[in-house]
């Protein structure tokens, strides 16, 4: 009955067209009413305690460092090297996408933040060469959702908080499969693309390359000092952020003079606002969180799961296909901040290593921003991109297969996480 009232409170709310972040509140006033706790005290406490979390000071300042690259010309760079190392190819325009996709999730860990940027610079220039636009904008998408999953990642630092792992050791377990899903979309773009008659672009000098890369050298150390202060703890990732957002302020208005000092204001209530979202949300759950766990909704879970606690894989594909059905139907950041305390004393039970189970978890919520009909990162390209969202869907389907391919290989074979993460975190 306390599982009926649960999803019937949250998936009623939600029906009703309420806010998540409110529906999550209703969600757990109508269990703390069941449980006859009701007490607002205990409401306000929750929320209050949900958004007074250390480790969550990383979601603002990551997402200040992901607007100011796109407003200050970091992005911008990060593309023309890209352009410039693999524009030559056939089918060069949607590697160079690729490409900027896994540098620019090494910058933001925004999703959206990277695909908006990416579809303004990228789809005019494929579409001008001669590809398809459905294929592009879905290419461009699924790019977009390596960010979650590459250091710096918003993600991984919402799964950390929720569950207790460590921020840093997921940072460096994301490193390896954010490239794989970068190899597997390069796949996948090869087999569609290869019927198009699309002529590729000059190859460049490498007196020109090396030009390029030159001007672009300032964004490209972001990412190296985010992962090697993290490796050899100079800074925690909350001070990770913080550097980036600095350093990335600081490149941006002193180095490559594009942002300027009149439209900073901008860039910080633009931040401010996306960050309010996010930090709302963040704080109605942890009341949902918590009535989770006084109504130990989670043993529940693993008495329905209790047919395959003997066998980690198809417990854990099992649960990958349950994620991957909520993430049809609601965006990454309520889903992590939901399913994680339910989710993890299964895989606790189940001895499932923590930080390899947050790795496929972020990358399933990841894939759910690009799966129909909610998908954020789809809404975010089609807007950008002027392409209706029916066409998008059928466009991003190939790099969508591609991902889910990627996604449940590391579910069979979880040494393509761990030992990955293992070298990087030694």
Not at 35 to 50: E, P, R, T, W, Y
Request: charge should be neutral; hydrophobic fraction near 60%.
């Amino acid at each position: 009955m306390t599982v009926a009232v649960f999803l019937g409170s949250l998936l009623g709310a939600m029906a009703l067209g309420m806010p998540i972040a409110f529906a999550l509140l209703v969600c757990g006033v109508a269990l703390m009413y069941h449980l006859d706790i009701f007490d607002a005290q205990i409401v306000a406490q929750n929320l209050i305690n949900g958004a007074d979390s250390f480790p969550l000071m990383a979601v603002p300042f990551f997402l200040l460092a992901g607007e100011i690259m796109n407003v200050g010309g970091l992005s911008k760079r990060i593309v023309n090297i890209a352009l410039a190392v693999v524009g030559h190819f056939k089918g060069g325009l949607g590697y160079v996408a690729i490409m900027a996709s896994c540098l620019l999730a090494s910058l933001s860990g925004s999703a959206v933040a990277d695909s908006a940027a990416l579809a303004a610079l990228l789809v005019p220039m494929m579409v001008a060469a001669g590809h398809d636009k459905a294929r592009s904008c879905g290419l461009i998408a699924a790019g977009g959702i390596i960010a979650p999953i590459i250091p710096p990642s918003i993600g991984f630092v919402l799964f950390g908080v929720a569950s207790g792992v460590s921020i840093s050791k997921l940072f460096l377990a994301g490193i390896f499969p954010g490239l794989v899903l970068g190899i597997a979309l390069c796949i996948a773009w090869a087999l569609v693309a290869r019927k198009e008659n699309v002529k590729p672009f000059p190859r460049k000098t490498l007196k020109e390359i090396m030009a390029i890369v030159v001007d672009g050298v300032w964004a490209l150390m972001l990412p190296l000092i985010i992962i090697v202060g993290l490796k050899f703890g100079v800074f925690t990732p909350t001070e990770a952020a913080v550097v980036a957002a600095v350093y990335s302020l600081f490149i941006a208005v002193f180095v490559y003079k594009e942002l300027k000092p009149r439209d900073i204001y901008g860039v910080f209530v633009n931040s401010a606002t996306t960050t309010a979202v996010v930090m709302f949300l963040v704080a109605a759950a942890m009341v949902s969180a918590w009535l989770i766990t006084v109504a130990d909704l989670p043993s529940d879970l693993i008495a329905l799961l209790e047919p395959f606690m003997d066998n980690q894989t198809l417990l854990l594909i099992v649960i990958m296909l349950i994620v991957v059905a909520v993430g049809t139907a609601m965006d990454m950041t309520p889903t992590i901040l939901i399913l994680t305390p339910v989710l993890m004393p299964v895989v606790k039970q189940a001895g499932i290593d923590p930080v390899y189970f947050g790795v496929l978890f972020i990358m399933n919520n990841a894939i759910g921003l690009i799966t129909p009909p909610v998908g954020t990162v789809l809404n975010v390209v089609a807007g950008v991109g002027k392409i209706s969202m029916d066409d998008l869907m059928k466009g991003v389907w190939p790099f969508l297969i591609a991902q889910l391919v990627v996604l449940f290989s590391l579910v069979m074979f979880p040494a393509l996480v761990t030992v990955p993460a293992a070298w990087f975190a030694n």
